[in-house]
């Protein structure tokens, strides 16, 4: 805990930012455990990245989230990573450190590994995992399924160059098997699946859906989506259809700021259907 009357402060740093949910999440947590603490928006070209992070320590901020366009570039600026940013490549969480140097983190694929842990058949069966994409949210998907111990992972993105220089920069870092898949045998290999997860954009509002047939898919199999608008992706909703259990993006999007909170403010906090009933309702709000 932080000593009272002191008010912490923390920020997002995106360009643009008023897409980010960040301080809807920080705003109603500190709200939910009566902190005294402040949490703001910041729009950062990418030019003013590096004096903005440096003044961190001067302007006494805790730390500061980082979204698009800045999670690759924040990782060259940093002076430590941790290991999953490291291996990610990639920073979505920065820290004060007491000595004024800053720290980066990246929290995706906790968030996302959070959302999903305890479905499906997870405990009996963590072999083989199946995940379309190949972007900045598939390398902290990917990486974060292979510290879960999957056996195999299986990778399909639309531009194969990409997937392969994901899972060049990754499989140093990890036990489990990265595979390659064109992205037209995306109907063949989900035989063995034990989970698959869409970290593509397509499905979501505004793009187009992503076109599979999951018919080969165990019905075991979880099924899972990282875009949250709609909650419902086409390709969940076809899950659901034959009775697969499903699991939408919203849980990563709290989860993954669970870790931002505690460094800025001291308190663990938790994600409730209060909290994501909340969310919901502000999404719908800004979405209409
Ligand atoms: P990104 O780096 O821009 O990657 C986009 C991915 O989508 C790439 O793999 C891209 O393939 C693919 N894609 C885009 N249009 C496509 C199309 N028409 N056909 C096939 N593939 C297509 O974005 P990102 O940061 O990884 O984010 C991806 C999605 O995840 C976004 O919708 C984002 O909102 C969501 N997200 C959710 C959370 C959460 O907390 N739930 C966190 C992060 C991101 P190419 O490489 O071929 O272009």
């Not at 920065?94 to 906790?110: E, I, M, S």
């Not at 056996?151 to 194969?160: H, K, P, V």
């Amino acid at each position: 805990m932080m000593p009272s009357g002191h008010i912490q402060i923390a920020a997002v740093m995106g360009h643009p930012i008023a897409h980010s949910r960040s301080p809807f999440l920080h705003k109603f947590w500190l709200k939910e455990y009566g902190l005294n603490g402040s949490f703001v928006a910041l729009d950062v070209t990418p030019e003013n990245l590096q004096k903005e992070l440096r003044a961190l320590p001067s302007k006494a901020f805790r730390g500061t989230c980082v979204t698009i366009p800045h999670k690759e570039t924040t990782a060259q600026i940093v002076d430590e990573l941790d290991e999953s940013a490291h291996a990610i490549g990639a920073v979505n969480l920065v820290t004060v450190l007491p000595d004024g140097r800053l720290r980066g983190q990246n929290t995706d694929g906790y968030g996302f590994i959070e959302n999903i842990r305890g479905h499906g058949t997870w405990e009996q069966s963590r072999k083989h995992a199946i995940v379309f994409g190949a972007g900045g949210a598939a390398r902290a998907v990917v990486y974060a399924l292979a510290q879960e111990k999957f056996e195999a992972i299986t990778i399909l993105n639309r531009t194969r160059a990409k997937t392969e220089a994901l899972t060049a920069s990754i499989q140093p870092a990890v036990k489990a098997k990265l595979q390659v898949a064109d992205w037209a045998a995306r109907n063949d290999v989900l035989k063995d699946a034990d989970v698959l997860v869409n970290t593509t954009s397509l499905g979501m509002d505004g793009h187009p859906p992503l076109e599979i047939s999951i018919e080969q898919l165990p019905s075991s199999a979880l099924v899972t989506d990282i875009v949250y608008t709609p909650l419902a992706t086409p390709l969940l909703k076809a899950a659901m259809d034959r009775g697969n259990p499903t699991q939408d993006g919203l849980g990563m999007l709290m989860h993954q700021a669970r870790p931002a909170f505690k460094a800025f403010y001291g308190q663990d906090p938790d994600v409730t259907p209060a909290l994501r009933q909340a969310l919901v309702d502000d999404i719908q709000k800004t979405h209409t």
